[in-house]
Nanobody, 115 residues
Framework: QVQLVESGGGLVQPGGSLRLSCTSS????????MGWYRQAPGKQRELVAT???????NYADSVKGRFTISRDNAKNTMDLQMNSLKPEDTAVYYC?????????WGQGTQVTVSS
């Protein structure tokens, strides 16, 4: 049973930084893709960033230049460094992982950007 667990969320002031982490357990394979999605109240879940084992990244336009995704392929772990946070970044952030036709989600961690 693959499990993904996020950590690092919290309350931060606008312009501040947070670092989210995602750890995994139960997978016999290296995830081909890992990523972060987020869901704000009343909105659909949206892509934040993804990163493949080969190093290809994909960022939402709204976070380019502010967020950086990284991963340890061997450990199947992943981080998201979030800088220059804005109130509109407030959401529950979910870790995502995929291998072959299978994908998994974490339970989410709340990020609140407010003064």
């Amino acid at each position: 049973q693959v499990q993904l667990v996020e950590s690092g969320g919290g309350l931060v002031q606008p312009g501040g930084s947070l670092r989210l982490s995602c750890t995994s357990s139960g997978s016999r394979f290296i995830f081909s893709v890992m990523g972060w999605y987020r869901q704000a109240p009343g909105k659909q879940r949206e892509l934040v960033a993804t990163l493949t084992t080969s190093g290809s990244t994909n960022y939402a336009d709204s976070v380019k230049g502010r967020f950086t995704i990284s991963r340890d392929n061997a450990k199947n772990t992943m981080d998201l460094q979030m800088n220059s946070l804005k109130p509109e970044d407030t959401a529950v952030y979910y870790c995502y992982a995929r291998v072959g036709p299978y994908d998994w989600w974490g339970q989410g961690t709340q990020v609140t950007v407010s003064s």
